[in-house]
C-alpha cells in the first residue's frame, strides 16, 4: 500500500500500487481524450478561420479584378466611342470628297457638251455656208436642203 494526499480534501490516503497505476492509466487517458478533444476543436476552429480568411482573400481579388474590368471596359467603350467619331468625320469627308467629284464631273461633261454643241453649231455652220458658195457658183441647179434654211437664223443668234 502507498499513502497519497488528496489534492482536494487535503487527507491522507491509502491507496493499492496496482490500483493507483490504474487510477493514474485511467486519468491519463482522460487526460489525453480530453486533449484530444481540445486539439480536434482548436483544428477545426483554425481551419474554419484559415477558410474563412481564404474566402475572404478570394473575395477582395475577385472584387479587386472586378474593378479593374470596370476601368478597363469603361477605356474599351470610350476608345470605340473615339473610334465611331473618327470614322464618322472620315465619311463625311469621304462623303463630300464624293460629292465634289461628282459636281466636278459633271461640269466637264457639262463643258465638253457644250463644246459639242459649239463643234456641232460650227459644222452646221460651215455646212451652210459651203451650201452657199455652192449655190452662188452653181445657181439653182442646187437644191435647197429645208434643215439648213430652217436652223440657220436660231443658230446665228446663239452663236452670238
Given at each position: 500500500m502507498e499513502k497519497i494526499i488528496c489534492s482536494k480534501c487535503g487527507e491522507e490516503i491509502e491507496i493499492d500500487k496496482t490500483v493507483r497505476?490504474?487510477?493514474e492509466r485511467q486519468i491519463t487517458s482522460v487526460?489525453?481524450?480530453k486533449?484530444?478533444?481540445e486539439l480536434k476543436q482548436l483544428e477545426t476552429e483554425l481551419k474554419a478561420e484559415y477558410e474563412t480568411r481564404f474566402a475572404k482573400k478570394i473575395k477582395e481579388k475577385i472584387e479587386k479584378?472586378?474593378?479593374?474590368k470596370d476601368i478597363e471596359f469603361e477605356e474599351l467603350k470610350k476608345n470605340i466611342d473615339?473610334?465611331?467619331e473618327t470614322n464618322k468625320e472620315l465619311r463625311e469627308k469621304l462623303d463630300k470628297l464624293l460629292d465634289d467629284l461628282?459636281?466636278?464631273?459633271k461640269a466637264?461633261?457639262?463643258?465638253?457638251?457644250?463644246?459639242?454643241e459649239?463643234?456641232?453649231?460650227?459644222?452646221i455652220r460651215n455646212a451652210i455656208g459651203m451650201h452657199g458658195d455652192l449655190q452662188g457658183l452653181i445657181g439653182n441647179a442646187l437644191e435647197d436642203i429645208k434643215q439648213l434654211e430652217e436652223g440657220d437664223d436660231e443658230k446665228d443668234e446663239e452663236m452670238r
Open positions: 497505476s490504474q487510477v487526460v489525453e481524450t486533449k484530444n478533444e479584378n472586378k474593378e479593374t473615339v473610334e465611331r461628282v459636281a466636278e464631273k466637264r461633261e457639262d463643258a465638253d457638251l457644250k463644246a459639242k459649239k463643234s456641232i453649231d460650227v459644222a
